[in-house]
């Protein structure tokens, strides 16, 4: 196999994969209902789009797009302080380091609760406890047992966007 054919189909397997990624989110958010938090208005950030993936910078799967638009701004850079996050709407949003922003489903795998904040690299559950690592979203603490769905997201500047 020539180099150009391995690099096609490597972009291909992370194509599939962020789009397995997406359908698995909206399934799991479809099958947990509304979120209890309030969802970001549209003049939280500038437009923008871009890179495709649960990151930027650092390490991940992010693949870089072709710079057309993604979907709705939810946050902006600067709002997801470093080691913390944001919960907006049905996601949690997260930088683990610096330049590293991460999205999450906003559902506890365990009961279905909302999660209330992210601090010190940890999302945290308020209904039973649930702890989070804000890099991947794996249990930290139980009583949860499956990790937090991955949620694709791109980032341009400084507009976070659902992928």
Do not use: W, Y
């Not at 890179?51 to 850079?77: L, P």
Request: glycine share 20%; charged share 15%.
């Amino acid at each position: 196999m020539t180099g150009s054919q391995g690099t096609s189909r490597a972009v291909a397997r992370r194509t599939v994969v962020a789009a397995a990624g997406g359908a698995g989110l909206a399934a799991a958010l479809t099958a947990c209902g509304g979120s209890d938090s309030p969802a970001a208005s549209a003049g939280d950030a500038p437009a923008g789009g871009g890179t495709a993936g649960g990151s930027t910078g650092g390490t991940g799967g992010a693949a870089t797009g072709g710079g057309g638009a993604g979907g709705q701004v939810i946050a902006r850079t600067a709002d997801i302080p470093e080691g913390g996050g944001k919960v907006v709407g049905n996601v949690v949003v997260t930088q683990p380091k610096a330049g590293e922003f991460k999205a999450f489903s906003s559902k506890c795998t365990h009961a279905g609760c909302a999660v209330k904040d992210v601090a010190d690299g940890v999302i945290n559950c308020p209904c039973h406890g649930s702890k989070f690592d804000a890099a991947d979203g794996s249990v930290k603490a139980g009583p949860a047992t499956m990790p937090l769905a991955a949620a694709p997201i791109t980032v341009e500047g400084d507009s976070i966007r659902l992928a």
